[in-house]
């Protein structure tokens, strides 16, 4: 039997992502988990943001912004840039940061993969931004990749659990993917 829950943004599992952007000529960097890729041709990835959030004025600002992929030794870190904003927390010495082709999105050099967007699109949906970026390069530590492809295992991203506030990692592979 099923319980009704009312609705709920139960969707599992959630990537624990910082995005960074450039404010003031400063690095900003927020904890988002609403974060996807949302197009192969061009490659695209998308993040909901809150209306109200700060990194949001630097994406608006520069038109670029950053999708970093943090490992379980950044957690604490991730979950200071969630719960504290860069309007009255200075974030920009938090991380080591890095800049692309772009020059304007700020990078975190202690992630194992970061991804560097040009703005294409930002719309509104009620209390929150969707903003739509193309990825123009997609940098990763050489220690993460096995047989010239990058290893998830290696990444150890973590992830969002958002029912009951906890960050986790990846488990075990279950079975391969496209083989039927």
Same mark, same amino acid.
């Given at each position: 039997?099923?319980? #009704?829950?009312?609705?709920? %943004?139960?969707?599992y599992? !959630?990537?624990a992502?910082?995005?960074?952007? !450039?404010?003031?000529e400063?690095?900003?960097?927020?904890?988002?988990?609403?974060?996807?890729i949302? $197009?192969?041709k061009?490659p695209?990835i998308?993040?909901?943001?809150? #209306?109200s959030?700060y %990194? !949001?004025?630097?994406? +608006?600002e520069?038109?670029t912004?950053?999708v970093?992929?943090p490992n379980?030794r950044?957690?604490? +870190?991730v979950?200071?840039?969630?719960?504290?904003?860069?309007?009255k927390? *200075?974030?920009s010495?938090?991380?080591?940061?890095f800049?692309?082709?772009?020059? %304007?999105?700020?990078?975190?050099?202690?992630?194992?993969?970061?991804?560097e967007? +040009? !703005?294409?699109?930002?719309f509104e949906?009620? $209390?929150?931004?969707?903003?739509?970026?193309?990825?123009?390069?997609t940098?990763i530590?050489?220690e993460?990749?096995?047989?010239?492809k990058? *290893?998830p295992? #290696?990444i *150890?991203?973590?992830?969002?659990?958002? $029912?009951?506030? +906890?960050?986790?990692?990846l488990g075990e592979y279950?079975?391969?993917?496209? =083989? =039927?």
């Amino acid at each position: 039997m099923k319980k #009704k829950l009312g609705p709920q %943004t139960l969707l599992y599992p !959630l990537p624990a992502t910082l995005i960074g952007s !450039l404010i003031n000529e400063k690095p900003n960097f927020m904890t988002a988990a609403w974060c996807s890729i949302c $197009s192969h041709k061009p490659p695209s990835i998308c993040v909901a943001i809150h #209306k109200s959030r700060y %990194t !949001l004025e630097g994406i +608006k600002e520069n038109q670029t912004f950053s999708v970093n992929i943090p490992n379980r030794r950044l957690v604490e +870190k991730v979950d200071f840039c969630g719960t504290h904003t860069g309007r009255k927390e *200075d974030k920009s010495r938090i991380f080591k940061v890095f800049y692309g082709r772009l020059k %304007t999105a700020p990078m975190i050099e202690d992630c194992p993969l970061s991804i560097e967007c +040009k !703005l294409r699109k930002i719309f509104e949906i009620d $209390s929150h931004v969707i903003v739509i970026g193309e990825i123009v390069e997609t940098y990763i530590d050489e220690e993460c990749i096995t047989e010239g492809k990058p *290893d998830p295992k #290696k990444i *150890d991203p973590i992830v969002y659990l958002t $029912s009951v506030r +906890k960050y986790a990692t990846l488990g075990e592979y279950i079975a391969d993917a496209f =083989k =039927k």
